[in-house]
């Protein structure tokens, strides 16, 4: 399968715990996108990297929250000290950069629950 | 935060007849893209329509832009029961950035 992956695709946590998500984008995509997905909402948008290079954060990313693409392959997104309002799926996407905007291919996502 | 909303949030059906759904967004693009999600799955990409266009198929897929109003149309003729997902638009802005915006969705239940 050459698409966009994510591991893990469930976990569940209790409240003050660390967990870390992992995406590997489609592997000649430099653009990597991690969003937030709500129930009945559509995705927000949490950062982005071209690259390794992390270009934008949105304001929802608040400093428990850090994403990571160290070698402008694979990313992870880790959430300290977790709280219930975490809870929802974590979507990333990857995309072909270029002069013009190009679509995006979606993983599956990550669901967190925090109890 | 959400760039826009789509409309109606919810819309149910008949198989065969067309779903046509709305989305308005707020500040300038570049270019809006529709996706497609099944229930408690990934997003989809349908379609990219770019600002300096106005219409656009695909398939069974038709998209409006009208960057005047800032809004857009998703219309799906013939509907079939495996059209049954949530719609968003998203949106990419003109500010320099390549982050997507995207809409509150909506839920098409096409019923067989």
């Known amino acids: 399968d050459t698409g966009v992956s994510q591991d893990p695709r469930h976990k569940i946590t209790k409240r003050g715990q660390n967990v870390t998500f992992r995406c590997d984008p489609i592997?000649?995509?430099?653009?990597l996108y991690w969003y937030r997905q709500t129930l009945g909402q559509g995705p927000e948008f949490l950062t982005y990297f071209q690259n390794e290079a992390q270009l934008e954060k949105s304001r929802l990313l608040s400093d428990r929250f850090s994403a990571e693409r160290p070698k402008g392959s694979f990313s992870t997104l880790e959430i300290q000290r977790t709280e219930q309002g975490d809870s929802a799926m974590y979507l990333c996407?990857?995309?072909?950069?270029?002069?013009?905007?190009?679509?995006?291919?979606f993983g599956p996502g990550t669901r967190l629950t925090v109890l | 935060s959400q760039q826009g909303e789509e409309d109606p949030q919810a819309l149910s059906i008949q198989e065969g007849e067309n779903a046509t759904m709305n989305c308005s967004y707020k500040t300038s693009i570049n270019n809006l893209q529709w996706y497609r999600q099944n229930s408690g799955r990934g997003l989809v990409h349908l379609i990219l329509?770019?600002?300096?266009?106005r219409e656009k198929h695909s398939g069974r897929l038709r998209v409006t832009l009208d960057t005047s109003k800032k809004s857009s149309s998703l219309l799906i003729t013939a509907s079939r029961a495996a059209d049954t997902a949530s719609y968003f638009c998203?949106?990419?802005?003109?500010?320099?950035?390549?982050?997507?915006?995207f809409g509150t969705g909506t839920r098409l239940k096409v019923l067989a």
């Open positions: 592997s000649e995509h430099n653009r």
């Open positions: 329509i770019r600002s300096n266009e």
């Open positions: 996407a990857s995309s072909l950069s270029g002069r013009a905007w190009n679509e995006q291919f």
């Open positions: 998203a949106t990419g802005s003109t500010s320099g950035t390549y982050k997507y915006i």
